[in-house]
Every structure is written in structure tokens, then in C-alpha cells.
């Protein structure tokens, strides 16, 4: 990489101007803007290993971003649901109310490392709610869905430079489609459960995406929009999103598993989904 085309990103809770100013003379930046309450970009940096170990120091988010990456250039933000735009593991919360949450919650770990089928286990998954009332969905959005920091101010920023929004979760409809009318997202795809007099079968109604699935809306939804997947950014925090993210022109993994953070462009762990933000101009 040359770094003299590039930026040097810093965000986090704990970032402050003192420190951006240190790390700039420490890579050789030409100058420090402050470009958010706790974010600095280093204009023209150059790649410098004790960075790195500064930034883990003091958890903060580093990327090196292109200087002519510019956040109109994209048209579409493509996002997981569970533990990205949200805080949680929807079907974690509903095996809770079920009473099999650490057996659900082991077989979600394992997929998300990309240590087991995300498919299969997730059919796995479901089998275990069977029986489980409609009204313990609603008692999940209601009590315990949260959005994750930043999610709005993402997605409101997005809108304003005419950029598409698409939610597209190997979870379930049922939380995805209120998420869609809360936050007018422009498209989503999910899972549907099946349910039957009122209580889950344990079984998933039609096509079950996965991350094949994931990548394939991506690319079906950039092709509606008249766009190339270069134009699209994702993110994602498990390793079913690594298909979509291979697809996107840039990929962000969010507070994600390690295989994620590898493969994605960019990683974040300490800053909110706004910190997605801070990596354009």
C-alpha cells in the first residue's frame, strides 16, 4: 500500500487530540483533522508498525482509507442484523425465554467462527424453539432488541447522500421487518419462521438464506440500483457475511469475530456503526 495516498483514521471512546497529534508526527502525517467528537483523520500517513500497537493500547480504531474515497461514491449500505445494527443475538434471546439458551447460544458461537454450517446449525437452532409462542417474538423486540451506538446516525447520513439501505440477516424476518419500518430501510432479507396456531413448528418457512444467500442479495440488490458491487459497502460480525463482504467495493467488520476482522477491509471495535462514517470523506 502507498500510504502517501492515504489517511490514517483514528476513532474511539478513549481518542483525544494529544494523542492524534503524537501518532501524527510518529507516521509522518502532513496534518490532523478533527473529524468527529472522539475521531481525527491523519492526512497523508505513512504505514507505521508502532501504530498498530499504540491503537490496541489504548482501544482505539485505526484504518488506512484511500484519500479519494469518498462517501458519495457508494450507493448502497448492506448490514447484518443480529450483533451489528443490533446488540443482540435475536434467536440467543428467544432460546432464553425457551429455556435452552446456552445450547442455542454454543451452536451460534460455532457458526459465527465459521467452525460449523451456518445452515445446518441454524436449523439446529430453530428445532429447539419448537413449541415457543408468537408472543415471545414481541416480548424480544420490545424488551430486549437495542440498537447498536450509531445505528441511526448511520443510517440518517446514508440517506442524505442518496445511498440505498439494505438489511440482509440470516436471522428472522419477524425482527427484521419491523427494523425495516422503524428506520425506513429500502430493502431486507431474512429467514421467516414457521408458525403454526400460534407457536413456532421449530422448522424455517421456504428458502433458507445463508451466506451464499447473503452474497446473492447483494448482488441481485446492486444490480436493481444499476450499480456495480464495488459501489456497495457491508458490514457484517460473522463469518456468513465474508461471502457478501468479498463481493462489496468495502467491507467493515463490526465488533466481529476474528476470521471477519481478517478478511474485511476494515475493522471496528470500539467505535459505534457511525464509526463507518469517519472511514470516508
Known amino acids: ?52 500497537e499504540v491503537c490496541r493500547g489504548w482501544r482505539i480504531d485505526y484504518a488506512y482509507v484511500p484519500a479519494t474515497q469518498r462517501l458519495d461514491g457508494f450507493g448502497l449500505l448492506a448490514m447484518d442484523m443480529d450483533s451489528t445494527l443490533i446488540t443482540i443475538e435475536c434467536i440467543d434471546e428467544l432460546a432464553d425465554f425457551a429455556g435452552v439458551k446456552n445450547e442455542v447460544r454454543d451452536i451460534t458461537q460455532a457458526a459465527m467462527s465459521g467452525e460449523i454450517d451456518f445452515a445446518e446449525s441454524l436449523r439446529r437452532r430453530v428445532a429447539l424453539l419448537e413449541g415457543l409462542g408468537t408472543e415471545t417474538l414481541e416480548r424480544v423486540y420490545a424488551e430486549r432488541l437495542q440498537l447498536s451506538p450509531g445505528a441511526e446516525a448511520l443510517i440518517a447520513r446514508c440517506k442524505e447522500a442518496g445511498i440505498k439501505t439494505l438489511l440482509v440477516s440470516g436471522g428472522f424476518s419477524f425482527f427484521v421487518d419491523r427494523l425495516k419500518d422503524r428506520l425506513g430501510l429500502d430493502y431486507t432479507r431474512s429467514n421467516t419462521l414457521e408458525i403454526r396456531d400460534g407457536k413456532l413448528t421449530g422448522r424455517l418457512e421456504g428458502e433458507l438464506l445463508d451466506a451464499r444467500g447473503k452474497a446473492a442479495a447483494l448482488l441481485k440488490v446492486c444490480a436493481e440500483l444499476g450499480i456495480a458491487p464495488a459501489r456497495a459497502i457491508v458490514v457484517g460480525d460473522g463469518a456468513n457475511d465474508l461471502p457478501m463482504m468479498a463481493e462489496a467495493g468495502v467491507s467493515v467488520a463490526y465488533r466481529a469475530k476474528p476470521i471477519v476482522k481478517q478478511q474485511a477491509t476494515y475493522a471496528l471495535d470500539h467505535s459505534g456503526l457511525d464509526g463507518v462514517l469517519n472511514l470516508f470523506l
Open 1 to 52: 500500500m502507498n500510504t502517501a495516498t492515504h489517511h490514517l483514521v483514528l476513532q474511539g471512546p478513549d481518542m483525544q487530540e494529544n494523542l492524534a497529534q503524537s501518532m501524527a508526527v510518529l507516521c509522518g502525517a502532513r496534518s490532523v483533522q478533527h473529524i468527529g467528537e472522539r475521531a481525527f483523520r491523519l492526512r497523508e500517513a505513512r504505514q507505521r508498525p508502532e501504530i498498530v
